[in-house]
């Protein structure tokens, strides 16, 4: 089966700040990747997924950028943080895990939660 | 455009006694249909799944959902309820109209079930 790891687990960063979370993903290749944002504990909204290496393709303009380094390694980037990129952010996968019955399922990180003060 | 709903924030229930969880979609031919679990600061986790075949699929944790097309419902049961299933659960439809089949999925607002004792 696959797992995702992130980290860090917990960030505090000021107003202006950069940003840094990575996703790596063990158990598949090639995998589908994805980051989801979820605020205020409620919805969750895709801001980027990636088929392959430097592939990213983004729903929604914000100021957050991924990338796609290696094929499992996944980073979701900001040049200068603010208040609203709070929140808490997982990274996704879908890809072969020579298991049918995992066949179209996304398995999901522990997350990021990010205060941006 | 494709959607999912769940038409209630919270979903207060006894330890013991049956629950459901609501979930209706929108989309354009066949659905591919998923119910998530998220337990406090934690990633997703997938519970079951509705592809083909049987209406009534089974899941995890005692968990199964039942595909009904003409009311466009995959409603979350559970027939005996504990106190360890409060969570917030989500609905979700994967996105068909993605271009390339990227198994981006389309995620309800999540219901919180609170069971009590």
């Known amino acids: 089966s696959q797992t995702i790891h992130q980290w860090p687990a917990t960030l505090v960063q000021p107003v202006g700040s950069p940003l840094s979370l990575e996703c790596t993903v063990e158990?598949?290749?090639?995998?589908?990747l994805y980051w989801y944002r979820q605020a205020a504990g409620r919805g969750l909204q895709l801001l980027f997924y990636s088929v392959g290496i430097g592939q990213i393709s983004s729903e929604v303009p914000q100021n957050l950028s991924a990338s796609r380094p290696q094929d499992r390694q996944f980073i979701l980037s900001s040049k200068k943080l603010l208040l609203s990129d709070s929140g808490f952010y997982l990274c996704?996968?879908?890809?072969?895990?020579?298991?049918?019955?995992?066949?179209?399922?996304?398995?999901f990180g522990a997350g990021s939660r990010l205060t941006v003060l | 455009a494709q959607s999912v709903a769940q038409p209630e924030d919270q979903v207060n229930v006894a330890e013991g006694n049956p629950l459901t969880v609501k979930c209706t979609y929108s989309v354009s031919g066949n659905p591919y249909l998923f119910w998530y679990v998220q337990y406090p600061n934690r990633g997703l986790q997938f519970l079951l799944k509705?592809?083909?075949?049987?209406?009534l699929v089974k899941g995890s944790y005692g968990f199964e959902a039942e595909f009904n097309k003409s009311q466009t419902s995959f409603h979350l049961k559970k027939p005996s309820a504990l106190v360890s299933d409060s969570a917030l659960y989500f609905c979700a439809v994967r996105d068909i109209e993605a271009p390339g089949g990227y198994n981006k999925l389309i995620f309800g607002a999540g219901t919180r079930l609170a069971v009590h004792p």
């Open positions: 158990g598949t290749s090639n995998p589908n």
């Open positions: 996704a996968s879908k890809g072969w895990t020579g298991v049918k019955s995992g066949a179209n399922v996304l398995t």
């Open positions: 509705y592809i083909t075949g049987d209406n």
